[in-house]
Structures are given as C-alpha cells and as structure tokens.
C-alpha cells in the first residue's frame, strides 16, 4: 500500500487488487454567501495487495467513508482513478460494473439499516448467491447454511427477521452475505462501532478469522486505533479528506512521524491492553496532546491542514506551504511516509508527546 504520490508497493510485490490514484470527492453544499463545494477527500493514494488488510484511521467526518463509498462507485469521485484488479473501473458505466460487483463488497456500520427489513436471514444470503449464480439453484440452501457456519451464526436463524436478531447477529448475516460472493475486496467501514461493547471483540475476532479462510483483500475504515492496530498490515492515517501518514503497522504505531498520528496514539485510552475491546478494559491514563476540533472542510486551512491544532507547526511555512510526503526509512523494516514539511528523508521528526 502506498499513499500520498508514492510507488505501488505492495507485502508480496505482485499486482495490487486495488489501486486508487489522486482521488477527490466533493460536495455541493448551500452557504449563506452562496453555494460552494465542501472538498471531502482530496487527492487520496492507496493501494492494496493481494490478501492485506489495510486500516483507514481518523477522526469522525474526516472523509474515510467518503472514500470507501467512491471506491465502490457508491459516490462518483471527482477527480483520480479506481483499477480494481487491474481493470480501470473509474468511469466505467452502472451496466458493465454490474458484473464485476461481486469481486468488491462492503459492510457497514449499521448492520440493521443495511439489511432489507421484510427478508428472512436465509433470503439476504441468498440474494448474492442466486443473483450471481454461484452455485446452482438447488444448492442455494445449503450454501446458505455453509456461510451461516462459517459466521458463527446458528442454521436455525434462517428463517427469522433483522429485528429478531441482536446487533452481533445481524454484523454476522451482513459479513455471510458480503462473502457469499467470495469478494476479492471487502470494504469494512466501521464495522463495529454500532455495536455493544460486549460482542465487538467477538465480530473482530470473526472477521479476522474469515479473512484466514477467504483470503480477501480488506480496507478496514475506523476512527478506533486499537481496532487498526489488532487487524490490519498496513494503516493510512487520514485528516480532512488527506492521508498524512502511511505504512506498516509495526511503523506507524511503533515510530509515527506525522504529529496528528502522534497526537492521536497519545490521546487515545491507554488501557495497557491491546486488541479489539482493549477499550472496554477501561482508561489507564489519558494524555490530551490533540487541542481543538477537527475544522468544517468548509474552512480547510491553508498550507498544511493539520497546522491550527499542530503544536510544533513553525509558521508561516506551515500556514501557507502544503508540506510533501517524505518517505522514511523503516526503523522495523517496513514501508513508511509522512505528509509534514518537519519530517525528513533520514527519519528525523518532531515528537510531540515528548516536546509536550
Ligand atoms: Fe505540523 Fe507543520 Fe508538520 Fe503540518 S507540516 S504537521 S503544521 S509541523
């Protein structure tokens, strides 16, 4: 995965199944003063390989599902260009994406909104399977009862509704119906956060053992770093609208160069656990590195974005140039890049959770 302008790279050197170039996405949006247009992603760069999962981390209203939605041609993007398994599907017209639909799904956070209300379990499974025709007619019910197996969800829910099911199940019905399919990318956009507490560390643990058997390909979008940092391989750290930073795991959480990846690993609830329902282990210590509200996109700064909550900006380069991406050299071996005029080739960066 790269970001920010870089070469395609990708964990086994093969051709990424996807690969997103220059995207940009807005919105047409009424002011006081007029209409205008809110930039919601801007020139976004990311690619990914053959069975990673790929984490897209920020805050709420950064543009990650705004992203995941164009990727899927659910938004049309303005600007940049989507090949999915190397076919350029940027433009391709509603009819001939039709058949490549199956090779990319997505789940979403509201398990129940997604699901059609009047169907039973076993007809929104179904659905995928017949219209694609995966298996034959007479096979549907048993490749039903295959994927319900392989959710952790019992054969005897079949027959009931959405609203019979808890909030758990219906995650489970949404990830059997993506996978009925066999997706080669599965878009994961908050995929738990609508749920209790109590069973996200379950669906996480489900997700991740799916992905051992299907072998899909996964952009994970989540605002919970601890969610990110147990499931993916790589994790692009998104604010307003742009990828600041990119790289392995083992890079951006062990050494992150870019001060809003910082702020955010210092801000978050260190519970000294890791992995999914680390935060419902309860807070340890909170350090508040991160000042201000995330700013409208309708008034998105100039030169670097991040600079007005930026506690090591130096001005006025910060204010008025928009820094480059730099990469650095991986300090655990991987892949690594940071969009901050304060970070250099080799690997020297401002920390602000020790200049704080
Ligand atoms: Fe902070 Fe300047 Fe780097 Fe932006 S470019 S993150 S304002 S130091």
Known sequence: MTAGGGGIVTADGGPPVLAVS???????????GGAGTVRAVVDVDLTIGHGEIVGLVGESGCGKSTVGRC???LLEPDTGRIVLDGTDITRMSRRRLRPLRPKMHMVFQDPYSSLNPRMTVGAIVGVPLRTHRVVARDKIGGAVDGLLDRV???RQ???RYPHELSGGQRQRVALARSLAVRPSLLIADEPTSALDVSVQAAI???LAQLHGEFGFSCLLISHDLAVVEYLCDRVAVMYLGSIVETGTREEVFGSPKHPYTQALLAARLDTGAAGPGAAAAGPVRRRAVLAGELPSPRNMPAGCTFHPRCPVAELPLC???VPPDVTVPGVHGGSHSARCHLVHTDGRAPDIRVAG
């Open 22 to 32: 220059g995207l940009g996405k807005g919105f047409r949006v009424s002011r006081s």
């Open 71 to 73: 990727i899927l041609r």
């Open 152 to 154: 952790g969800l019992a």
């Open 157 to 159: 829910l079949r027959s």
């Open 204 to 206: 996480l643990n489900q």
């Open 319 to 321: 204010a008025d140039t």
